[in-house]
Structure formats: structure tokens, C-alpha cells
């Protein structure tokens, strides 16, 4: 698919995390001390959104059942039951725009 545009670098400030939809896809790209990282926003449990989730550090923290990922490759960090890593991707800044690879 390639380089598709997730936004400004100003609408993803340093600690948060935003929910865009990239051709019908749901991506939750995050900022981490001005790093950007994209990984599928739907939870592998049960599909709530983790960009509604809470972000401290690099961890994702489903609202719904509190899964733990890490927003940097998607993997997960802890839950009671094995369930899927998220799809992660790679993030391009280029001037003042966030590219997301697919
Ligand atoms: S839907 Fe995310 S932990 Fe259950």
C-alpha cells in the first residue's frame, strides 16, 4: 500500500496517542518523547479501540480489560491469557507530516 499520512506532528503531541483510519483500517499511532509508533488499534482480546486506552511510557493499556502492549512493535506485555501481538508499522516523519508504512 505504502506511505499513507496519519496526521500532523502537532496533532500527536509527546504521551499521546491517536486513533486514524487508513483505508478502512483502525491505526493507533503514539508519541513517545517524539518517536512515533503505529500498531493496529483494535485490542486482540476483544477488539475494544487501545487508542481509548490508557499510554505511560511505551504501554498500551486496553480500556476494556486492561491488556498491556507495547506501542513500540505491538507485542504484548501482560495478560492473564495468551492472545495476539498487534500488527505494528513502521512511521516516517517528513517535515511536519507522520507517514505511517502498510
Ligand atoms: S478488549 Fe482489550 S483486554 Fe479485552
Redesign the pocket.
Known amino acids: 500500500m505504502g506511505k499513507i499520512i496519519a496526521g500532523k506532528t502537532s496533532e500527536i503531541l509527546p504521551g499521546n496517542m491517536i486513533k486514524v483510519s487508513i483505508d478502512g483500517r483502525d491505526i493507533l499511532v503514539a508519541n513517545i518523547d517524539g518517536n512515533y509508533y503505529a500498531t493496529d488499534d483494535s ?1 486482540t ?4 479501540s487501545l487508542s481509548e486506552g490508557e499510554l505511560d511510557g511505551c504501554t498500551i493499556t ?1 480500556g ?4 498491556q502492549f507495547d506501542c513500540k512493535n505491538g507485542k504484548l506485555v501482560k ?1 492473564p491469557a495468551k492472545i495476539r501481538d498487534l500488527t505494528s508499522y513502521n512511521v516516517t516523519v517528513e517535515s511536519d507530516s507522520v507517514f505511517v508504512e502498510m
Open positions: 485490542c482480546h476483544s477488539g475494544a486496553c476494556w480489560h486492561a491488556a495478560f
